[in-house]
């Protein structure tokens, strides 16, 4: 599953907890959303580690399985 640029619908690349589009050549912040439940997830930093963790009963989630989706500030 792979997010598109809101701007210009080029396919985003996740570059940490961003997301760039190569087209635009600008980046968005990027939402974790829970794969199960589709709701954001909290972010639990430790160690210089992330989590993410569901409020919503789906527990820890392996970053892997984690959607991120652009966080559109400005419009
Ligand atoms: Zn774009
Ligand atoms: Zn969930």
Redesign the pocket.
């Known amino acids: 599953m792979s997010e598109h640029c809101p701007i210009c619908q080029h396919p985003l690349v996740i570059q940490d907890e961003r997301l760039y589009c190569a087209s635009c050549q600008r980046d968005f912040a990027a939402k974790a959303i829970?794969?199960?439940?589709?709701?954001p997830?909290q972010l639990l930093k430790a160690c210089g580690a992330t989590d993410y963790f569901?409020p919503?009963?789906?527990g820890l989630?392996s970053r892997k399985r984690v959607v991120f989706r652009p966080l559109i500030e400005s419009l």
């Open positions: 829970c794969p199960d439940c589709d709701r997830l569901c919503n009963g789906d989630i």
